[in-house]
DNA sequence: AACATTAATCGTAATCTTACGATTAATGTC
DNA sequence: GACATTAATCGTAAGATTACGATTAATGTT
């Protein structure tokens, strides 16, 4: 075992839990904030300012950029990383509606 | 290695991070949207709906509890298990709060 | 061309996660 | 009290994640 079943889920499902999984560690949620408010940046810059190593923290932009919610432009020999706006509100949109779904208490 | 460095980042991105995280896994996500749909409900109920086991359920619940997104009632043998509709507000502002923080682009 | 800078990738180790079946604990029913 | 039902917990296996240092690839600078 020890292998998540995703093919039994919805696609869907599947779709909002990658988005989440992503944002479920702090070095990720903090490289998202840093993106937002230091506007357009270098993955050195983010290396600068979060205690992860380079490699650490490369690895951490990559889930974010699997998950959709970050690209990264070619920029010389760095790379300019950015949260892909549509993507960002897209998967807002996504956890608004799980959230939503909630009309009234589940149970008394 | 091999362990998360919570206590370098802020008790905040390392709440928010705990949330996304329970919402990780499209288990969860079908756990809550079942939770929602079909009202008050038994760990037995779930077993019944996913294609998971009844110890690989109860597991994934007890991570939704964690999180604080749900509770459960001890009803006899059985457990109510339901949506804490204030944490699951309150972790929805979280969220949002996030998402919301990016007011145009990250970078041109 | 030689060198510096930047970031990805590789290799590795520790730990966590996912999943299952089996067992246990708690409650209710006969 | 014996038995059934419900769900937690235990034990275990496979695989994923997190982290690091070292290396590599790509680009820019001198």
């Not at 702090?26 to 600068?48: E, T, W």
């Not at 950015?82 to 807002?92: F, P, R, Y």
Request: charged residues 20%; proline residues 4%.
């Amino acid at each position: 075992m020890g292998l998540t079943k995703r093919e039994e889920f919805t696609k869907a499902q599947n779709e909002l839990a990658l988005i989440t999984k992503a944002l479920g560690h702090p070095a990720r949620i903090a490289i998202l904030q840093f993106l937002i408010k230091s506007k357009s940046c270098y993955c050195g810059d983010i290396v600068d300012e979060l205690p992860l190593s380079q490699s650490t923290v490369s690895q951490h932009l990559l889930e974010l950029k699997k998950a959709g919610l970050v690209k990264g432009d070619i920029d010389g020999p760095s790379v300019c990383y950015c949260i892909d706006e549509k993507a960002w509100n897209k998967s807002l949109g996504l956890i608004q509606g799980l959230f939503g779904s909630l009309k009234g208490p589940t149970c008394s």
